[in-house]
């Protein structure tokens, strides 16, 4: 290994003692506070899966017992650890030109005993699978992208099925929301603790959801989401305003007033015909 790539070890080393020492306090005793340090250093590692065996032998465990009493048997606040981490991304990430964006991702699973687990549809494997669904807020800026926060989707059959929900440990006080109405929460989050950004985006799933376009604009709050074709919009028209689908309305609007923007660098460097593009209008 040359002097470089030592070098850059070593700065990645000191990232992660710093990550550390800022969730640190969360854990009482110094067992957990280890155990926090390792499980942090396997999810950066190389090991392919991220599950409980495979990280322990990543630390030198001969089984995922200390793995699993970090992350079930030990009493910490993750939602502490959470705000924490966000003031890290902030402090080394901040920018307000920043983009705050929502996603989803499916976890898939075998059974039927995870919280929140039933066949749904995921990203991640394209299709309808037995799976977890989680909604995620990103941060994304010049400086660099991270997660800043994080929902599970209960769905309803789950909110609604008490013996269920106690068996997989979900919060008595836990209720069905929509994935729109998690954005808004995680959203929420944001703005009270002063993250600073530009505008938020997400996908159609956040785009439909009209409840989550009207709190955005009552918060002054600029965002641009994908919606579907058949969208209905309101528009002014010669009888006055009515709700018109959006790919209409789009049709209406001459060539030449349409702006193409990059959003983000390609392969072939800025502005690269292979890197994501997206039109709008005046």
């Not at 590692?45 to 065996?53: C, D, F, L, M, T």
């Not at 494997?125 to 994080?150: M, P």
């Amino acid at each position: 290994m040359g002097r470089d790539e030592v070098a850059e070890v070593g700065r990645w080393a000191n990232g992660i003692d710093q990550v550390h020492q800022c969730i640190a306090g969360r854990f009482r005793r110094p067992e957990p506070r280890r155990r926090a340090l390792a499980y942090l250093r396997g999810l950066l590692s190389p090991v392919e899966r991220k599950n409980g065996w495979q990280l322990a032998e990543q630390v030198g465990d001969a089984t995922p017992n200390g793995v699993q009493r970090l992350l079930s048997g030990y009493r910490w606040d993750a939602d502490l650890v959470r705000d924490d981490l966000r003031g890290y991304v902030v402090e080394h990430l901040g920018d307000v030109g920043g983009v705050l964006v929502v996603d989803e991702t499916g976890f898939l699973k075998k059974g039927d005993k995870s919280a929140g687990v039933q066949r749904q549809y995921s990203g991640t494997a394209g299709r309808i699978e037995n799976c977890q669904v989680g909604v995620f807020l990103a941060y994304a800026g010049a400086k660099g992208r991270a997660l800043l926060d994080r929902e599970l989707y209960l769905p309803q059959v789950w909110a609604q099925d008490r013996e269920r929900r106690r068996e997989a440990g979900v919060p008595e006080d836990a209720v069905f929301r929509t994935k729109g109405q998690l954005a808004e929460l995680m959203l929420g989050r944001a703005l009270e603790a002063g993250v600073p950004f530009a505008w938020f985006t997400g996908d159609e799933v956040y785009g439909s959801d009209r409840k989550l376009r009207l709190w955005l604009e009552d918060e002054e709050i600029p965002h641009v989401l994908a919606i579907k074709r058949n969208e209905k919009l309101w528009a002014w028209t010669d009888q006055g305003p009515l709700q018109v689908r959006a790919d209409r309305l789009a049709s209406g609007v001459l060539e030449s007033a349409w702006v193409r923007c990059s959003a983000g660098n390609g392969a072939k460097g800025p502005g690269s015909t292979t890197g994501p593009r997206w039109k709008y209008g005046p």
